[in-house]
């Protein structure tokens, strides 16, 4: 299996796609009937993977059929019938479509949906140069408020990813070129869509949160979505509906703002708002052309007395002001786009 490496020129905004050879084991091969049923007498192993039609979990205890039942993250599908064995939770934004429905009877060129669709993408503030746990990456948005629950709620999002952007893959260390983090919020965001991790589709927007270092990896995300949008809408007949996915974008305290991979935004068609205080630290700026919620570079302070550039860089998130802010320009401008 190969590879896909992404390496972005920071000096030219240049972008230079590579392969690199990987040994990977075979475990084994599955073949489908059109609604995720496995063929047999064509597939290999089938019962020692544990997943199954669309990257879904197998549960083979329950139908005792090796791939008829599957897991999909809230509702449970029957592949011999085509159908799931509870309603929609989004019926009613759909009423056109059978809440049972699986894909939307859309078996070939379709995929369920699972409602993955909020990235929390943190910085670097108070975290240390290991790959953070999921424990530290929520309390790093949460110790101080519900900044999940705000965000959730907002968007009318069911499920948060939690991803961390404060130091590089490549070099394992923290405080690294936005072009490293980019690439690393590339390369894991296509992987998760080619393995059908991450799930696209036209009438579900995703949201992305970031602050300070983890924006750079947020532009990675939506660089991925577009690359494997525009490889989807290639492989597709004439007259079949393309993906064109709504893409949000909250920035918070952007650091390294003066790079001009952030000038990728304005070419990526994003929803985007920012917030940065006026006082927050020396490398952290506003990305030009982006909707800005605190337009007159107000300070943070604290009992009416200016705080500290550490403090004004994490208040964007321990204090409801600045996401409240940005509510409230998306409330006024519409730039948004919510399920």
Request: glycine share 8%; aromatic share 10%.
């Amino acid at each position: 299996m190969d590879c896909l490496k992404l390496e972005i020129l920071e000096k030219n905004d240049s972008l230079k796609v590579t392969f690199r050879a990987k040994t990977t084991a075979f475990l084994g091969d599955l073949d489908y009937y059109p609604f995720g049923s496995i063929l047999p007498g064509r597939s290999f192993n089938a019962s020692e993977y544990k997943f199954g039609f669309q990257g879904q979990l197998k549960d083979d205890e329950i139908a005792e059929v090796t791939g008829a039942h599957l897991n999909y993250k809230f509702r449970e599908y029957d592949s011999r019938i085509g159908r799931m064995w509870s309603i929609d939770p989004l019926t009613a934004k759909y009423p056109w479509n059978s809440p049972y429905a699986f894909s939307e009877n859309r078996v070939i060129d379709g995929v369920e949906l699972e409602g993955l669709e909020v990235f929390l993408i943190n910085g670097y503030l108070g975290l240390g140069p290991n790959t953070p746990t999921q424990a530290e990456m929520e309390k790093y948005w949460n110790s101080k408020i519900d900044f999940q629950g705000i965000v959730s709620n907002y968007f009318n999002e069911t499920d948060v990813r939690y991803k961390s952007g404060h130091r590089s893959s490549t070099n394992g260390t923290p405080n690294s070129l936005p072009s490293l983090r980019v690439n690393d919020g590339f390369t894991e965001t296509l992987n998760s869509l080619k393995s059908g991790k991450l799930v696209l589709n036209n009438k579900i927007p995703i949201t992305i949160v970031g602050h300070s270092q983890g924006n750079a990896y947020g532009i990675g995300v939506v660089l991925a979505i577009r690359t494997f949008e525009n490889d989807f809408n290639k492989s597709i007949k004439a007259g079949e509906e393309k993906l064109n996915t709504s893409i949000n974008f909250v920035m918070l305290a952007v650091f390294q703002s003066d790079s001009p991979l952030f000038s990728f935004l304005s070419k990526l068609n994003v929803n985007a708002i920012q917030f940065t205080y006026g006082n927050d630290l020396p490398d952290v700026g506003k990305v030009k052309g982006v909707s800005d919620a605190n337009p007159n570079n107000l300070n943070y302070a604290i009992d009416g007395k200016k705080s500290s550039s550490l403090k004004a860089h994490s208040a964007v998130i321990d204090n409801s002001k600045a996401i409240n802010k940005v509510i409230e320009k998306d409330s006024k401008e519409g730039i948004f786009i919510k399920k």
